[in-house]
């Protein structure tokens, strides 16, 4: 989990109403805010929701954007009719949602198996800094699972991340020991984003990779410095982050 946030404002209502200053989420009926507090409705038997959607995590971007904002429309339309749920029965909700919703209903750090409902949580938190590269290119998660191919990629690797058990890796340990399966494919059909993640590593970057289907390429530096200067490059052609996780 990263430190970058959609803001989420919730009252109660008599119906489902929803507001957002975003110009390309689509149709109302389908956002993932509004599906969140339909199943509310139904499990709860609450009236209503009123809520109003701040962006700020780009959309198509890979970054779970939509996934954690439904994770805390359950949370936070919960605490507005002060319901009181178990974990497990909040967990079967949001995983009627997407499968990267039950992962924002904790955060932090996790490995996270099966169709993303199962969860187990890492005690440690990583200590770098993190730069994101946000071309304008949104990649359609529906096309890129569609169109994963797994003999695309020419070595595959068993990667084990529970493996690391309770001590946080070393950065020089990520390049070699994780890949991401969608890489292969997008980077073929944009590859401008290859260009990002090479530049990425060209600027210092101790790790880069698309993150989850893209368009935001990541990497990893060790210090805010370093991640700051690594920015200059993609300034004014790119949106840019600085971030840390945590």
């Keep these: 989990e990263i430190d970058l946030a959609d803001n989420i404002y919730l009252q109660p209502s008599d119906v489902i109403e929803f507001s957002t200053d975003a110009k390309n989420l689509g149709e109302v009926k389908t956002n993932l805010c509004v599906r969140a507090a339909k199943l509310l409705q139904e499990k709860f038997d609450i009236p ?3 809520i109003h959607l ?6 198509g971007a890979g970054l779970g954007g939509g996934s954690s904002d439904a994770a805390h429309t359950l949370i936070g ?5 002060d319901i009181k749920t178990d974990m497990k029965n909040l967990n079967q909700l949001a995983a009627q949602l997407g499968s990267d919703v039950p992962f924002f209903l904790r955060g932090g750090a996790a490995y996270v198996t099966g169709r993303g409902e199962k969860i187990r949580s890492l ?9 994101l590269v946000i071309p304008d290119i949104p990649v359609s998660t529906v096309w890129a699972y569609k ?3 797994f003999t695309l990629t020419s070595q595959r690797r068993s990667v084990k991340f529970q493996g690391f058990g309770q001590i946080c890796p070393e950065l020089a340990e990520l390049r070699s020991e994780f890949q991401n399966d969608f890489e ?3 980077f073929n059909s944009y590859p401008q984003l290859r260009e990002i993640k090479e530049n990425l590593y060209n600027s210092g970057a101790g790790y880069a990779s698309l993150s989850g289907s893209g368009s935001t390429v990541f990497g990893f530096f060790e210090t805010g410095e370093a991640a700051e200067k690594a920015c200059g490059k993609f300034e004014g052609k790119y949106l840019v982050e600085v971030l840390k996780p945590i």
């Design 54 to 59: 701040q962006k700020r995590i780009p959309t």
């Design 123 to 131: 005690p440690y938190r990583f200590p770098w800094w993190l730069v």
């Design 77 to 81: 339309g919960l605490r507005v009719y």
């Design 184 to 186: 292969p494919m997008v």
């Design 147 to 149: 169109n994963l191919n």
């Design 48 to 50: 209503g929701l009123k």
